[in-house]
């Protein structure tokens, strides 16, 4: 069987194996879901390459932050852009085929400012955003196993829990466009979403083409497998295919019931609340309904609903997204698969003060996720690149209270020496 030599700067592993295993799983998934119409499967396939695509370019929102005024790095947050902005593209020229309708977050800003500083620091403490503690918990990460349990917590607190009063209190500080709907780029300016994408497209290939000016490119030896597999990538690079992938997101999101782009943090809720409630509205796919016209015959409008429908019950059943649960999965699948090619997936063992800080990080994680609706994935990733301006203001915020909390936490704040 053939491997990656050590030589190479990779690692002894039957990697032919495991990449046609893996390839073979996807295509699988694929056939089956145009089979049967499950288009939720391929929500499989698509946590498994994010998960892949995380892990490679160890793009976590917390160090992305955290690493500016640590050590004056920012090419994970390059890396963050880019999926931003490949994600603006593809919306936008989904958005133009009619593939999608866009649906931006609301400016609730309220959530957005309160929750924004919670999970800010929640995040320094955990040692990674929601899908950050996923993809190095696929890694064997124990601090993120761990955590994970907190931000699924954390989440329930606020969802179904004693925090949920303040919850909607936030919800309803809400600021709206002129015509009633969200706050948008395209609606402060008036220009359509798909020429603001252009003009963000254009500035950030000027800047990209500025800032390497003058730089010379190392050479490297290895072989394009080992590039690809065994080492990491550089932000950027995982940055460009996951915002490829957040439009392949888009459409298999929407069609299995839920309109929106990559998010992970109620996917988190989701898997809780599947192995340990009974009285679930499972929603796994759009449905057609049929519906009475008195000028036309009767019509199929496609709506989001639930499959199938809820049952009247004494208490509310409580909703869980199918795709929200399979991308969550094989995210962390995905991860494990990227760290094993490259040797990094073993379980590490970590102090039990870090657990317990990863545990209570974790938990404000989940909180302060909770209360802005979305974390670095739904509010920053998708949320940017819809153009929301509420979800830029809880980037602004997060980044503002993760800096607090790096330089006093760790870096010493000023007695540092």
Same mark, same amino acid.
């Given at each position: ?17 495991? &990449?046609? $295993? ?45 690493? *500016?005024? $640590? ?5 994970? #947050?390059? +890396? ?17 085929? @009619?593939? *999608? ?14 929750? +924004? ?12 955003? &929601? ?18 349990? @907190? ?21 309803? $500080? ?64 995982? @940055? ?17 019931? /839920? ?11 989701? #898997? ?18 049929? #519906? ?62 870090? &657990? ?17 609706? @979305?974390?670095?994935?739904?509010? *920053? ?16 915020? &997060? ?11 760790? $870096?010493?704040?000023?007695? /540092?020496?």
């Amino acid at each position: 069987m053939d491997t990656i030599s050590e030589a190479d700067g990779g690692i002894n592993t039957n990697w032919k194996l495991y &990449v046609a $295993m893996s390839v073979a799983g996807i295509i699988l998934i694929i056939v089956l879901a145009i089979m049967t119409e499950l288009w939720v499967l391929t929500a499989l396939p698509i946590g498994f390459l994010f998960g892949f695509f995380l892990q490679k370019g160890n793009l976590c929102g917390a160090s992305a932050f955290s690493e *500016i005024i $640590m050590f004056k790095d920012r090419s994970k #947050v390059w +890396g963050l852009w880019i999926a931003i902005v490949t994600g603006m593209i593809g919306f936008a020229i989904l958005d133009l085929a @009619g593939l *999608i309708v866009l649906n931006p977050k609301p400016l609730i800003w309220g959530s957005y400012v309160v929750g +924004g500083l919670i999970f800010g620091v929640g995040m320094v403490l955990a040692g990674g955003c &929601v899908s950050g503690c996923l993809f190095k918990a696929g890694a064997g990460n124990l601090a993120s196993i761990i955590a994970i349990l @907190g931000i699924a917590l954390g989440v329930a607190l606020v969802e179904y829990g004693p925090l949920y009063p303040y919850y909607t209190g936030l919800k309803s $500080m809400v600021i709206k466009s002129a015509d009633g709907g969200s706050v948008t780029l395209a609606s402060l300016t008036g220009l359509p979403f798909w020429l603001i994408a252009l003009i963000v497209l254009a500035l950030t290939i000027i800047y990209a083409f500025w800032s390497n000016k003058g730089r010379v490119r190392s050479s490297s030896s290895l072989s394009f497998k080992n590039k690809i597999l065994a080492r990491s990538w550089k932000p950027w690079q995982a @940055g460009l295919l996951i915002g490829l992938l957040g439009s392949a997101a888009y459409l298999s999101s929407d069609i299995s019931g /839920r309109n929106y782009p990559l998010g992970v943090t109620h996917g988190v809720l989701h #898997v809780q609340l599947l192995m340990t409630e009974q009285n679930l509205n499972h929603i796994y796919q759009k449905k057609v309904v049929k #519906v009475e016209n008195t000028t036309k015959s009767d019509a199929e409008i496609t709506k989001n609903v639930s499959s199938p429908p809820a049952v009247a019950t004494a208490t509310p059943q409580k909703k869980v997204s199918w795709w929200l649960i399979l991308l969550v999965t094989s995210l962390i699948l995905g991860s494990w698969f990227a760290g094993r090619l490259s040797g990094e997936s073993r379980l590490r063992a970590k102090p039990p003060q870090e &657990v317990l800080v990863a545990l209570v990080g974790g938990l404000l994680v989940g909180i302060g996720a909770a209360l802005a609706r @979305g974390c670095v994935v739904g509010n *920053i990733m998708s949320g940017w690149a819809l153009m929301s301006i509420g979800t830029v203001l809880f980037g602004i915020v &997060v980044i503002i209270a993760n800096w607090i909390t790096t330089y006093f936490y760790l $870096m010493g704040g000023p007695s /540092r020496k």
